[in-house]
C-alpha cells in the first residue's frame, strides 16, 4: 500500500456533518480528523449513527450539512475513479451477486488503477495472489465466491480492499462474520498496511487493542473521541452503552511499555 504519505498530513477531515432523514436527525455536528497513518476505532450502541456517518464519507449518502475533505479536497470535487483509487470499502454484509472465482472478486480490486479492457499482467497476479496469501485463502482461488463460508467472503473482500491500495481504509463492523482468530488477523493486517483506517466496532475491547484513536458516537452525536485509555472509561459504558464494567488498564499487545483498557463486563445492565 502506499506508504508515501507522512504521518502529520491530514487524510480525512470531518466538519459539523449532520444527516437529516424522514424529519429526524441521524448525525448532528460531527467533527473529527484523521491523519495519515492513524488507526481509528468508530464505537457506538445500535442505531447510533455509526453505518450513517462511513456511508456519508464513502460517498453512498450526501450529509445535509457540513464537509467532508480527503486530503485537504472535498470528497465531491473527486472523479468516482479518483476516490476509488484512495479509498477502499468493506461493508459488513458482503454482496451477493458476485458469480465469480475468488481470484476475479479480488482482481476487481485493480479496477481503479487500470484503463478499461486491459488485461491483466504479472504484477497484478502477484498482488492477487499476495493479497490471497495474506487473508488465509490460496486454496480457495478458484473457489466460485457465492459458495464461500461467511467468514471467507468478509476476507476475500478484505484482500480485494488491500489490492486497492487505497490511502484510506474503511470498515464497517469488519469482523461480524469472522471467528476469533480471523477477528485479531485481520485486524492486525489492517494496521500493518501502514494507512489510515476507520473502522467500526461492536466489541470494544478488540477496538481498544487495535486503535490509536477512538470516536464514539451515541444518538448521532460524536460523545467522545481520543486515545483509547481516556474514551473507554466505566461512565462512557455505563452512559453510552447502558453496562456496568470495571475498567483496568494491561499492556498493548504491540508494545508493553502502552497501556490499553480492558473492559470487564458487570453481567445485568442499566435501564
Ligand atoms: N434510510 C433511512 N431512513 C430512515 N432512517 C434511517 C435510514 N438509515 C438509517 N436510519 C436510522 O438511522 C439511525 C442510525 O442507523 P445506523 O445504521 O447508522 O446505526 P449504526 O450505529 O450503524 O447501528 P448498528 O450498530 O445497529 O449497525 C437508526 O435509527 C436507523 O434506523
Known amino acids: 500500500m502506499n506508504q508515501l504519505v507522512q504521518a502529520t498530513h491530514s487524510m480525512l477531515d470531518i466538519q459539523q456533518v449532520g444527516l437529516q432523514m424522514n424529519q429526524s436527525y441521524i448525525l448532528k455536528d460531527v467533527s473529527f480528523n484523521i491523519q495519515a497513518g492513524q488507526f481509528v476505532g468508530l464505537l457506538g450502541p445500535n442505531g447510533a449513527g455509526k453505518s450513517s456517518l462511513l456511508r456519508c464519507i464513502y460517498r ?15 470528497i465531491d470535487s473527486y472523479s468516482r ?38 488485461s491483466m499482467n504479472h504484477k497484478d497476479k502477484y498482488e492477487i495472489a499476495t493479497a490471497l496469501e495474506k ?16 467468514g471467507e467472503k468478509q476476507r476475500v473482500m478484505i484482500a480485494r480492499a488491500m489490492v ?7 470498515m464497517d463492523e469488519p469482523t461480524s462474520h469472522l471467528d476469533v482468530k480471523y477477528q485479531i ?4 493486517l489492517a494496521k500493518s498496511l501502514g494507512v489510515s483506517v476507520l473502522a467500526s466496532f461492536h466489541d470494544l475491547n478488540l ?27 466505566s461512565e462512557l459504558l455505563s452512559d453510552v452503552f447502558g453496562v456496568c464494567a470495571k475498567v483496568t488498564q494491561v499492556p498493548s499487545a504491540h ?10 463486563y458487570h453481567y445485568g445492565y442499566i435501564q
Open 135 to 150: 487473508v488465509g485463502l490460496t486454496h480457495k482461488s478458484n473457489q466460485m465466491f457465492s459458495s464461500l463460508s461467511g
Open 81 to 118: 475513479q479518483e476516490y476509488a483509487k484512495q479509498v477502499a470499502v468493506v461493508l459488513q454484509d458482503v454482496p451477493e451477486q458476485f458469480n465469480l472465482a475468488v481470484f476475479d472478486v479480488i482482481a476487481m480490486g485493480l479496477t481503479p488503477h487500470k484503463p478499461l479492457f486491459s
Open 60 to 74: 453512498f449518502i450526501k450529509p445535509t450539512s457540513g464537509q467532508i475533505k480527503l486530503l485537504d479536497a472535498p
Open 164 to 170: 486497492q491500495q487505497p490511502q484510506l481504509l474503511i
Open 207 to 233: 477496538a481498544a487493542a487495535i486503535s490509536d484513536h477512538l470516536l464514539v458516537l451515541h444518538n448521532g452525536e460524536l460523545k467522545a473521541q481520543g486515545a483509547p485509555s481516556q474514551v473507554l472509561t
Open 185 to 188: 488477523q485481520i485486524m492486525e
Open 255 to 264: 508494545n508493553e511499555q502502552t497501556l490499553v483498557p480492558h473492559i470487564r
